[in-house]
């Protein structure tokens, strides 16, 4: 079954570093990859997402994210990170039908905590 | 304004007692899906439906229930809650029935304790 793993359950990082957060898939073809952020109190948003193409994205709020296949990875970027990114980010895996539940599959989840 | 509700916010209820969660979405979607969400294990699926009348098991469906009567909502039932259903909950709906490939909407979620 397609899965996604993301080995940092807390990162730390200073205000105006810049960001990346891990995200390894486990997918035989080539994947549909998420990245969405919870908010504090907030539901799911997307960020961005993979499905083919060029392996850089683009997304949302300043976030890219780059597919390696290689490296079986979709690892989350940013330059330069506000206090407002403070929040939890889901890499997730679109999940194929017929035999599995059709939808997503989602990491664990990595915390993201901003110093000012 | 395009959004996904749930109600209610936050419940605590007791042991056994019966309980729904609605959910309703107005964006006309297809797929609508229910995720509880606990702490270091992520989302999991519990339910989801690809369509009114069609429903299917998740990765976590037992002691839940689901129906979808209608496009528009797909509650959850909780016939018999037990504690180890204590947990965030999140209703989400998605364009089409491809959700793997979709991005997927969220409520804002339903903190359910049972006692």
């Known amino acids: 079954a397609q899965s996604v793993t993301q080995p940092d359950i807390h990162i730390t990082v200073s205000e105006g570093a810049s960001l990346e957060l891990r995200c390894n898939y486990s997918y035989g073809a080539t994947p549909y990859l998420f990245w969405y952020v919870q908010s504090p109190g907030q539901g799911l948003q997307l960020l961005l997402k993979y499905f083919s193409g060029d392996t850089l994205v683009q997304g949302i709020k300043g976030f890219e994210a780059e597919f390696k296949r290689s490296q079986s990875s979709f690892n989350l970027r940013k330059p330069s990170v506000h206090w407002s990114d403070a929040a939890e980010y889901f890499c997730?895996?679109?999940?194929?039908?017929?035999?599995?539940?059709?939808?997503?599959?989602f990491g664990k989840g990595t915390q993201l905590i901003i110093q000012p | 304004e395009a959004q996904v509700t749930q109600n209610p916010r936050y419940l605590i209820t007791v042991t056994g007692k019966k309980l729904t969660v609605t959910c309703s979405q107005n964006?006309?979607?297809?797929?609508m899906s229910w995720y509880r969400q606990d702490p270091g294990l992520g989302l999991r699926q519990i339910y989801y439906s690809m369509n009114v009348e069609v429903t299917d098991k998740g990765d976590v469906p037992e002691g839940y229930k689901v129906s979808r009567k209608e496009k528009r909502n797909f509650p959850l039932i909780l016939e018999s809650p037990s504690p180890n259903q204590t947990s965030l909950y999140f209703c989400?709906?998605?364009?089409?029935?491809?959700?793997?490939?979709?991005?997927?909407?969220f409520g804002p979620g339903t903190r359910l304790t049972v006692l």
């Open positions: 964006m006309n979607h297809e797929y």
């Open positions: 997730a895996v679109g999940t194929i039908s017929g035999g599995g539940a059709d939808g997503h599959n």
């Open positions: 989400a709906s998605s364009p089409s029935w491809g959700a793997r490939y979709n991005e997927q909407f």
